[in-house]
Nanobody, 124 residues
Framework: QVQLVESGGGLVQAGGSLRLSCAASGRTFSVYDMAWFRQAPGRERQFVAAITGSGSKIYYVGSMEGRFTITRDNAKNTVYLQANSLKPADTAVYCC?????????????????WGQGTQVTVSS
């Protein structure tokens, strides 16, 4: 397992942007597939995006593709989520997750390690 720490959340107006970061501990970051999930109050956790260890494959939930971009920098042990054109419906706690060869990158149970999350609040 790795330890994950998210940052970059905050309060932003609708239409604005945020860049979330997730820093991982350890020296084997590149072997982990990474993902971002989000959870709004009273709602189930929702997959946002995932990226393989090498960065060669990227996955998004359809409704967010084009607004959200996941990238990683293995030299910095960090994965990023660039969120643009934010809407009030994007308000949630955003968490990153790490897993080795998850069976289904869109399912939270496939990941071994989770961060505490960073709050994103989008005002109208």
């Amino acid at each position: 397992q790795v330890q994950l720490v998210e940052s970059g959340g905050g309060l932003v107006q609708a239409g604005g942007s945020l860049r979330l970061s997730c820093a991982a501990s350890g020296r084997t970051f590149s072997v982990y597939d990474m993902a971002w999930f989000r959870q709004a109050p009273g709602r189930e956790r929702q997959f946002v995006a995932a990226i393989t260890g090498s960065g060669s494959k990227i996955y998004y939930v359809g409704s967010m593709e084009g607004r959200f971009t996941i990238t990683r920098d293995n030299a910095k042990n960090t994965v990023y989520l660039q969120a643009n054109s934010l809407k009030p419906a994007d308000t949630a706690v955003y968490c990153c997750a790490a897993g080795r060869n998850p069976t289904n990158v869109r399912i939270g149970a496939a990941y071994d390690s989770w961060g505490q999350g960073t709050q994103v609040t989008v005002s109208s």
